[in-house]
């Protein structure tokens, strides 16, 4: 008898331990981190994270529960005006829209882009009707040629090309050397496609859909006219970074991990940006699949996923920004300090062991 009454003494105070516990203990923070990306092969290191569970799953162990809003953008300068205004915590975007929108934002109270690690080099190219005889860029004189809206990543290295090569350029009608029509990718594509333009300049998976549908032909890699350049970086809020350091930076650990995924697990990767990109392109997944294959494995345009955020890769950040100043793309020139928050890489990279 004494045994029984032993034992349930022991589970009530086994239940009330526990009914104290359900009470009483931390609560996780409940959280809406918004990302934006565009439906390129440059920013696979975003659907790897999401699609994975990656950050719902690290970030309940620094007790918060989170949803995650996910934002698609057909390039940069557009997905930039919405971080500008606060819509995005998150972005993974060209360097030099998020250099515009630092340049703009400085001072006014606006969220700023701050760069917190490196997604792609390289990566775009020029694709040219077949019709058209392209020999070097003195042929393009006369030319209609379609890219991203100014700020963006492809704008500048075509403006900064054909200046190198004393071509001028303007809008239809402006007389100049060149004509540039911007516009997003799938518009872009189309326009190609209808003759309305002689080539673009755009960056994976386009150029390779152009070509496996028969519209162009790779003439020049974005690689060839600007060596080795930076393309698309991982940005965070400094808004977001000041209230969840301990988030942020769980952030940049999970992309640097999703870029060795990318290099390593070739194969996952592949069926990963499949499944992403056709939906956001609304093709079927085994044409995306072929696409994504040559701009993955056969790296027709040089595209490179660097896991650390080099000092090359900064430098020539800070190069884009001058670049952006001489092209009047931005009205004040940003300092490295403006543009980056490298102590929150940098501890990132600590805790990883790096």
Excluded at 137 to 158: R, Y
Excluded at 230 to 255: G, M, N, Y
Excluded at 338 to 348: G, I, K, R
Aim: glycine letters at 6%; a negative charge.
């Amino acid at each position: 008898m004494r045994f029984y009454k032993a034992l349930i003494l022991a589970l009530v105070i086994i239940i009330l331990l526990s009914a104290t516990y359900v009470l009483f203990a931390p609560k996780a923070e409940k959280l809406v981190i918004r990302i934006g990306y565009q439906p390129s092969t440059h920013q696979i290191a975003e659907f790897i994270i999401v699609e994975k569970g990656w950050l719902i799953e690290e970030a309940s162990k620094l007790g918060y529960e989170i949803e995650i809003e996910e934002y698609v953008f057909p390039s940069g300068p557009p997905e930039m005006e919405s971080f500008m205004s606060g819509k995005l915590d998150v972005a993974y975007v060209g360097a030099t829209p998020a250099i515009v929108e630092v340049s703009q934002a400085l001072g006014k109270g606006a969220p700023l882009a701050k760069i917190v690690g490196s997604v792609n080099l390289a990566g775009s190219a020029l694709v040219v009707r077949f019709d058209f005889n392209y020999t070097n860029p003195e042929s393009l004189k006369g030319a209609k040629v379609g890219v991203f809206p100014p700020g963006s990543i492809q704008d500048t290295i075509l403006k900064h090309w054909l200046k190198l090569n004393n071509l001028t350029y303007g809008p239809p009608e402006s007389g100049a050397d060149v004509s540039i029509v911007k516009g997003g990718p799938q518009e872009l594509v189309e326009a190609l496609a209808a003759k309305k333009v002689d080539a673009v300049l755009l960056p994976d998976p386009a150029p390779q859909i152009l070509e496996a549908k028969g519209i162009g032909y790779i003439a020049v890699k974005s690689s060839e006219m600007w060596l080795n350049h930076p393309c698309c970086v991982l940005t965070i809020s400094d808004k977001f970074i000041s209230e969840h350091r301990d988030l942020a930076k769980l952030i940049v650990k999970l992309h640097i991990k999703a870029q060795k995924f990318i290099n390593e697990h070739v194969n996952e990767t592949i069926e990963i940006a499949t499944k992403r990109l056709s939906k956001d392109w609304g093709y079927n997944e085994s044409f995306v699949r072929m696409v994504v294959e040559k701009s993955l494995v056969e790296k027709v345009t040089d595209l490179i996923f660097p896991a650390e955020l080099s000092q090359d890769t900064i430098n020539g950040i800070m190069s884009y920004a001058q670049v952006l100043y001489e092209l009047g793309n931005i009205p004040t020139l940003p300092s490295q300090s403006d543009l980056f928050d490298l102590s929150l890489y940098n501890e990132a990279l600590a805790e990883l062991g790096g």
